[in-house]
């Protein structure tokens, strides 16, 4: 299932976004003294007590106020709040309750949401600060005293996140059943090939882009098996995203991704690779999706016989980071080839979930460290013991080795190509762990 949300929210300048980085564990978000540096949502994965969830930093909340930055940002945060399972209001214990704290927290209140009151700026270890029991006066409950810089309380504020999540539940889907999302940037075609696929206008088609707002789920079922297909809004770049709507779109896109086994991500055959065909394809392969590239709108292309060749060079050059993912041309308008994704989806879900036994991999490292030796650093050679595999999806491989500094980049994506001329892996990507001797096998 798609991870929970939870979304920190307050008045500007109370460190959300110092919060977000000593949550998420990155500087990720932009800290400045000055209220307004957060001017949209950001998302970070986090985990507490095994659960796995996603964090949404949001600009500050200023109830009244004639900027339109300002309420701009105040809108970015209210669709945090509606997509948020758990909402964290950041308070600062400095200053105490102001008329904007208590108008957000009567916004929180109308949301009927789980909201854990976090008073910042806590940063002494000890009695409980006098100043905080001021905060009961928001009616959000007990406040959790926090200190962003130094990490204090922050425990307790994921404790009271996770108690709030939802069940962990299976997807109410068959095991043999494949989630497909289908991603891509706006106006290229998702929806068409959704309908094509499905055999009638499940979808709204338009030519506007943006016409899709929600990540919506199609099941089929065909002669190649179940599918659950995922059709979801756009993805454009953000400075180009000024309708709030779509923002929010832009983050069950993300969510759609997440949740399936395989990724189509679409590009316009007019276009070529555009920058945001990248970063989508990029969120795919960062997520350890099976994926296939498919060049849409091939029927209004000018081509001769080696138009193809041409633009598989392209695609291979401009999307360098994902060489396994096979690429197929179509047209969801007449419906050229769209039949032939059901075996592909097929082919690289099937290899996405390979298991390989210690047994053959070792017998693959010896014949790869036989032909090419491992490296050396100042005399010191790279010695590989052994590797086994801890997971699928995508197939996850472990290498140990006398020390970890030796093991140069090159050398490892030399053993991912042995490991793929062997065993193919084509259409997902490939995580290899690098450990050394010591360190224990998960």
């Known amino acids: 299932m798609a991870k929970p949300l939870v979304a920190i929210v307050g008045r500007p300048n109370v460190g959300k976004s110092m919060l977000f980085n000593k949550l998420t564990g990155q500087r990720t978000a932009i800290v400045e003294d000055t209220p307004g540096v957060t001017r949209d949502r950001i998302y970070g994965d986090c985990e507490w007590n095994g659960r796995e969830f996603t964090l949404i930093d949001t600009g500050g909340i200023e109830p009244s106020t004639d900027s339109e930055i300002l309420l701009f940002m105040r809108r970015q945060a209210e669709i945090a709040i509606e997509t948020a399972h758990v909402i964290i209001m950041v308070t600062d214990v400095k200053v105490g309750v102001t008329a904007a704290d208590m108008e957000v927290a009567t916004m929180l209140l109308r949301s009927k949401k789980p909201v854990c009151l976090a008073v910042n700026k806590c940063d002494s270890i000890g009695n409980v600060n006098p100043d905080v029991y001021e905060f009961y006066s928001l009616g959000l409950g007990d406040p959790i005293e926090v200190s962003a810089v130094h990490g204090h309380g922050t425990g307790d504020l994921l404790d009271f996140c996770t108690e709030h999540f939802p069940e ?162 179509i047209s969801a308008l007449t419906g050229q080839r769209v039949d032939k994704l059901y075996e592909l989806i097929n082919a690289v879900n099937e290899q996405s979930c390979m298991r390989i036994t210690t047994g053959m991999l070792n017998n693959v490292l010896a014949d790869a460290t036989a032909r090419v030796q491992p490296p050396t650093d100042k005399g010191r050679r790279l010695k590989i013991y052994y590797m086994t595999q801890i997971s699928v999806k995508p197939p996850h491989f472990v290498i140990f080795c006398n020390d970890a500094r030796l093991f140069h980049f090159s050398y490892q994506r030399y053993l991912e190509n042995q490991i793929r001329a062997t065993f193919g892996l084509q259409g997902t990507p490939v995580k290899i762990t690098i450990r050394q001797k010591g360190d224990k096998e998960e």
């Open 168 to 329: 962990e539940e299976e997807e109410e889907l068959e095991d043999d059943v494949i989630k497909v999302a289908i991603v891509g940037k706006p106006n290229v075609g998702k929806s068409s090939l959704l309908n094509k696929i499905l055999g009638f206008e499940r979808v709204i088609v338009s030519d506007m882009a943006g016409t899709t707002r929600d990540a919506i789920d199609s099941y089929f079922e065909n002669e190649h098996g179940k599918y659950c297909f995922i059709d979801t809004a756009g993805m454009r770049r953000k400075s180009k995203v000024d309708d709030m709507i779509e923002r929010y779109s832009n983050m069950r896109s993300i969510n759609a991704i997440d949740r399936a086994d395989v990724c189509l991500i679409l590009i316009d055959a007019n276009e070529g690779v555009t920058e945001q065909d990248t970063k989508i394809a990029g969120l795919a392969h960062e997520a350890g999706k099976a994926a296939i590239i498919v060049v849409n709108k091939w029927d209004l292309v000018v081509k001769d016989d080696k138009t193809m060749d041409k633009v598989t060079e392209e695609i291979r050059r401009d999307l360098g980071y994902m060489p396994y993912a096979p690429i197929l041309f």
